[in-house]
């Protein structure tokens, strides 16, 4: 585990869609290396503080920062942030019909790298990953995300990070939707692909994924807000307890202190 | 995506450099104005041609004066009839070498890249500046397997029977008030033979260059495709930008015989000062295939419907189209096929861009005859509008007169998400090169039919909009 400051830094993050708050002060800090699980009910704002992170234009951050290696990123566009190595993993990728995934991603690489890479080494290099994430070959020529199964499209997410080599990764929900081999898969995708100056904060509602990418801390977000942190132990008693007796637990001992 | 005045000058200004630039006006004849029966005969003479074609003329201007003008479609209340000159010649003697052509009017050329993409990848080139054709030349082994390519005129002169046998015979002038007036002051267009079984196998091309300004031009074609034989024929066009209108009116007549198979390919680029009214129209036999794919980019008003006759079993017609619609255009496109004999199919696909406040009409007819039972046919549209100030409508009609047939039909209008722009985004891509990708990915299916310079072509002149289209 590094040591080292932290290089990813949220503080006091209030955000609001369409005038309505939903995270309503989130504190977060990662250290180059660290992986941390982010899970909460479904609507308690994770989503929303990774479509923040990216710069989704519908999020207005109203207060508190994101540094990112010492600088707030809230102004900078979502391009400028890819650029700066954040990469996020959405939990319903988006189609692209017409545009091969080959040729999608050899674009983003040229914009995220922002130098010229020809379509032969290119090639050499998306298939290499892909062999290394067993995902077919034929994936490279389909449209990207056309028509694609949900976990087909989960898997292209990962592939994306392994090409796009980011420092920070937020992938949010990368488990949903796949079957326990495609868990698997995917988790051992991720640990195989993480190094030691990468972050991942992952977002999920299951403990299954985080036996692969194993996580320095789990956090519970409830109602826009991180309420209780931990190590990987949070997770296993969380999925033992479910939210609302854990949460009534942290609320008795809040009190009682 | 907010439309800014701005970048609607700026991708003007894009296309006034790189095609909208005008030579003095150099004409050696230019017809006095309006549409008076003199002005048929002084064309029709100046051809030296035989008598039953200014015969053909003088009916066509008479079914011309006689049809109002169309009730649906674009408003065509502004075209200055009267103001126009409908015959302009630039040159007495048409060239087959680059060097017989008039310095200026090969410099056009070559500012349009035509020489180098004839000695790149094309079989056959013509080109035809204001009323005539004034370069044209064909592959010599082309020539020696009987493959005729020449300007319409030239086809009257040379091979008078087979002219006679199906001019006008596909596209009658009293199909509508445009043919009518095509059939009146016809001038240029392409005559072209391929005999039974000879395969051309790259493209031959014909491109249109309106220069004058106020004109009218009118683009004859007739194209006969014998029995197993296959010819791939492109055609473009641009114009200058004036704040004057001109007028483009042409007629393009193919026959495609038993299993024979013609792709015809248009990108149309004219100025947006330019009405273009167009009828195509295809005659199918048995086994036959016939391909339209119609690329609309220009013009001020086009009404242009590729059409498909299927006249004996087996016969088979594509109509793909693509119009992109930008400030002040109304391009009203689609297809018609028509079904006349048993298990005949036809499909028509349609894609349809619109943004600074442009519209784009999609209008498809399918028809099917009693006795064509077994025919299939499947139409579909999808539209993509870029901005608030753009619009696209879509006018489907079908007509079926028989049980046993197959059909599909779909419409799927849609605008370019904030999510997916945000996807791409999330990659790296800035927005204007988002929304390209989402355009280019859009009009894929349509492109990739075209030849590889073309596509890349078809792409960059959409990138370019692009660009400045996102603020
Ligand atoms: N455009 C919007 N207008 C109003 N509320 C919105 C809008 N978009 C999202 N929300 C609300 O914001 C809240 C947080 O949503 P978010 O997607 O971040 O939740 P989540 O924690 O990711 O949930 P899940 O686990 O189901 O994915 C939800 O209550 C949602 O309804
Ligand atoms: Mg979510």
């Known amino acids: 585990m590094a040591t080292e400051q932290p290089f990813f830094h949220i503080e006091d993050l209030h955000v609001e869609i369409e005038e309505n708050e939903i995270l309503r002060g989130v504190d977060l800090s990662v250290k180059r290396g660290e992986i941390h699980a982010i899970m909460g009910p479904n609507g308690s704002g994770k989503s929303t503080l990774a479509h923040t992170l990216m710069g989704h234009p519908s999020y207005e951050a109203t207060a508190g920062q994101v540094l990112f290696d010492g600088e707030d990123i809230l102004e900078r566009e979502p391009n400028d942030r890819a650029k700066l190595g954040i990469f996020l993993a959405f939990q319903y990728p988006l189609a692209i019909p017409g545009v091969s995934t080959l040729n999608f991603l050899r674009t983003s690489l040229k914009a995220v790298k922002q130098k010229e890479i020809s379509a032969r080494e290119f090639r050499k290099h998306l298939l290499e990953k892909m062999d290394m994430l067993k995902i077919g070959r034929e994936f490279a020529g389909r449209y990207l995300n056309d028509g694609f199964s949900g976990g087909e499209k989960k898997r292209m997410e990962i592939l994306q990070m392994a090409v796009l080599e980011p420092k920070l990764a937020v992938l949010d929900e990368i488990d949903s939707g796949l079957d326990i081999d495609a868990i698997r898969a995917v988790g051992e995708g991720i640990s195989s692909i993480m190094h030691p100056e990468m972050s991942i904060v992952i977002i999920t509602h299951y403990p299954r994924i985080l036996h692969f990418v194993k996580p320095d801390y789990v956090h519970i977000m409830v109602d826009g807000k991180i309420r209780q942190s931990g190590g990987f132990e949070l997770a296993e008693e969380l999925e033992a307890k479910g939210y609302d007796v854990l949460l009534d637990e942290v609320m008795v001992a809040s009190s009682e202190t | ?471």
């Open chain 2, 1 to 471: 995506m907010a439309v800014t005045e701005q970048d609607i000058q700026e991708s003007k200004r894009v296309y006034k450099e790189k095609y909208g630039f005008a030579d003095p006006d150099q004409a050696i004849y230019k017809a006095p104005k309006g549409l008076d029966p003199d002005r048929v005969i002084e064309i029709s003479q100046m051809k030296n041609e035989p008598e039953w074609m200014l015969e053909f003329r003088l009916k066509s201007l008479e079914i011309f004066n006689k049809k109002p003008m169309p009730k649906w479609g674009a408003d065509l209340s502004k075209i200055p009839f009267d103001d126009l000159s409908y015959f302009v010649r630039t040159t007495e003697k048409q060239g087959t070498t680059w060097e017989d052509v008039p310095e200026y009017i090969k410099d056009t050329f070559d500012k349009l890249g035509i020489p180098e993409a004839e000695r790149k990848f094309l079989a056959g080139v013509s080109a035809q500046y204001e009323s005539e054709v004034v370069y044209h030349s064909i592959q010599k082994d082309l020539e020696a397997k009987g493959v005729i390519f020449l300007s319409t005129e030239e086809g009257l002169e040379q091979h008078p029977e087979l002219f006679r046998q199906y001019f006008g015979t596909v596209i009658p002038s009293a199909d509508n008030k445009f043919a009518a007036m095509n059939g009146a002051f016809w001038s240029g267009g392409s005559f072209v033979y391929v005999p039974p079984g000879v395969q051309v196998t790259i493209p031959l091309q014909a491109y249109f260059r309106i220069n004058a300004e106020q004109m009218g031009q009118f683009e004859r074609t007739l194209i006969i495709v014998d029995e197993g034989a296959y010819v791939h024929y492109v055609e473009g066009c641009t114009a200058p930008v004036y704040s004057t209108d001109s007028f483009h009116s042409g007629v393009i007549e193919i026959i495609v015989k038993k299993n024979a198979r013609c792709r015809y390919t248009t990108i149309q680029n004219w100025s947006t000062n330019v009405y273009n009214l167009v009828t195509q129209r295809s005659a199918v036999y048995a086994g036959g295939v016939m391909e339209w794919v119609d690329a609309n980019l220009g013009s001020n008003i086009t009404m242009k419907y590729p059409s498909v006759y299927l006249m004996e079993p087996g016969a088979k017609g594509d109509i793909l189209s693509i119009a992109y619609a930008g400030d002040g255009q109304v391009l009203d496109a689609g297809g018609k096929a028509i079904h006349v004999a048993p298990n005949t199919s036809s499909k028509i696909i349609s894609k349809s861009i619109s943004q600074h406040g442009g519209r784009t009409s999609f209008r498809g007819l399918l028809k099917i005859y009693k006795g064509a039972e077994k025919s299939k046919s499947a139409m579909r549209c999808d539209a993509l509008i870029l901005d608030e100030a753009s619009r696209s409508d879509t006018y489907p009609t079908i007509e079926i007169e028989e049980e046993q047939v197959s059909l599909g039909h779909e419409a799927v209008v849609s605008r370019i998400g904030e999510d997916q722009l945000f996807y791409l985004m999330s990659r790296g891509l800035g927005e204007s090169e988002a929304a390209g990708m989402i355009v280019s990915g859009f009009i894929e299916p349509i492109v990739k039919e075209l030849p590889m310079e073309y596509a890349v072509e078809m792409n960059r002149l959409i990138q370019l909009q692009m660009d400045k289209a996102v603020g």
